[in-house]
């Protein structure tokens, strides 16, 4: 049997207050972000939803809940406690994502349709 001790990792919850979106990028837009020569977007209003546009291309942003959440993590600053002598590393967990952006492609000129009926839609949007 081993004579040290785990204490594992100190993990605190410290929300920073920003609210954080996941955005999830389709192949093609992944593709030419990185490309040689990366294009310039543009985010434009509709009447439902968001539109990244790229010059002939855009892509409506919907909004996607998900039944797991996504933690977002920091290293903490190392402390020592009367307790222990020895320097403390942990994580803190500055924000909590329960949503992700999904960029949808459109064609040219034509509007997306409007979700309708979806619990989690209406319920989402008081986050």
């Not at 389709?26 to 990185?34: C, M, S």
């Not at 409506?60 to 959440?69: D, E, F, I, P, V």
């Not at 402390?79 to 020895?86: C, D, G, I, Q, Y």
């Amino acid at each position: 049997m081993s004579s040290q001790i785990n204490t594992g990792i100190l993990l605190s919850h410290a929300l920073d207050g920003i609210g954080y979106k996941l955005l999830e990028l389709p192949p093609e837009l992944l593709a030419l972000l990185e490309s040689e020569n990366p294009p310039v977007l543009t985010l434009e209003s509709s009447s439902n939803s968001a539109i990244l546009k790229n010059g002939t291309q855009s892509w409506g942003l919907r909004q996607k809940n998900t039944s797991n959440a996504l933690m977002i993590l920091e290293s903490s600053e190392p402390t020592t406690s009367a307790s222990s002598p020895t320097l403390e590393v942990g994580l803190k967990a500055i924000a909590t994502v329960h949503d992700t952006i999904e960029p949808v492609s459109e064609a040219a000129g034509k509007p997306a349709p409007v979700a309708r009926g979806k619990w989690h839609e209406k319920f989402a949007r008081g986050r």
